[in-house]
């Protein structure tokens, strides 16, 4: 019968360097044995050095492009991730409210990895006041966590007080990425469910600078397991192990923040 084989969207930008956006959410979600779909908000020249342009797409064909897979495809799991600017923001949410594409995963991106802005400074509060409140799952790092709270985030402690304030916000289950954090041992991610339960999910860091689009493939990951019936728990564990994995075994590509080893944890590199 059609449209039992899970599927998934992704609503985000494209990264032509391949590693990062549309490109690392479609290669994440083909190894976690989900189909990817895609709605393109903007389209970036970009490789392992950085992002040199961008330019959103018009929003009557990003609403085309919702409306398109909605009249013929099942989407069982649905995530974000660049959105460039207040109006696609807000076009992005009404799609959201007007069609059923299952439980969304928000990745609220902002900076790339080498620094350029992805999202307008005035569209952090439309992200806030309109994204927040629809999202089941908020993956953001520690500096978007600070954007979205408006409070520091120096310590442990600090990080779950903001993940409390990112649920009071309206997102039902936070994940706060601790990789921009200093210490030179671990990665820790602080996680806050819906139901009041928290938990630390730590992993050795790796000294790579290969690490280019570790926040769009986590939350496609946790996409792709949503899609497939994994409870929120698990979705978010296999999607640091999958991440710990895609970095942890390496590829050499560009001569920059070089992208993820996609295909590390379904080759046995799960540890």
């Known amino acids: 019968m059609a449209n039992e084989f899970p599927q998934t969207l992704t609503i985000a930008g494209t990264d032509s360097g391949g590693g990062a956006g549309v490109m690392a959410d479609l290669k994440t ?9 895609a709605v393109i908000v903007a389209v970036t020249a970009q490789n392992t050095l950085g992002v040199q342009d961008f330019m959103a797409l018009p929003q009557k064909l990003v609403d ?4 398109s897979l909605a009249a013929d495809l099942k989407i069982r799991a649905c995530k974000t991730g660049m959105l460039a600017d207040a109006e696609h923001v ?3 949410v009404e799609n959201l409210k007007r069609y059923d594409f299952g439980p969304l995963t928000v990745d609220p991106v902002m900076i790339a990895k080498g620094g350029a802005a992805l999202l307008a400074d005035d569209a952090v509060a439309t992200v806030r006041d309109e994204l927040l409140p629809l999202a089941d799952v908020l993956t953001p790092n520690l500096p978007e966590a600070e954007r979205l709270t408006g ?14 304030a990112l649920q009071n916000m309206g997102a039902k289950n936070v994940v706060i990425k601790g990789g921009h954090e200093a210490t030179p ?8 469910l819906a139901d009041g339960r928290s938990f630390w999910l730590t992993a ?6 290969r690490t280019h689009g570790t926040g769009d493939t986590l939350s496609s990951c946790i996409t792709a397991e949503l899609a497939k ?5 698990s979705a978010i ?4 192990d999958y991440v710990t994995a895609a970095i942890a075994n390496p590829i050499a590509v560009g001569n920059g923040h070089g992208p993820l080893n996609h295909w590390a944890y379904s080759q046995g590199g799960a540890e």
């Open 29 to 37: 979600m083909q190894e976690r044995q989900v189909f990817g779909t």
């Open 64 to 67: 085309e492009q919702f409306a």
């Open 90 to 92: 807000h076009g992005v």
């Open 151 to 164: 409070k520091s985030i120096a310590d442990n402690a600090a990080m779950e007080d903001a993940a409390v």
């Open 185 to 192: 041992d671990q990665a820790s991610d602080f996680v806050l």
């Open 204 to 209: 050795p860091r790796v000294a790579t600078v």
């Open 229 to 233: 019936g994994q409870d929120f728990e």
């Open 237 to 240: 564990r296999i999607g640091k």
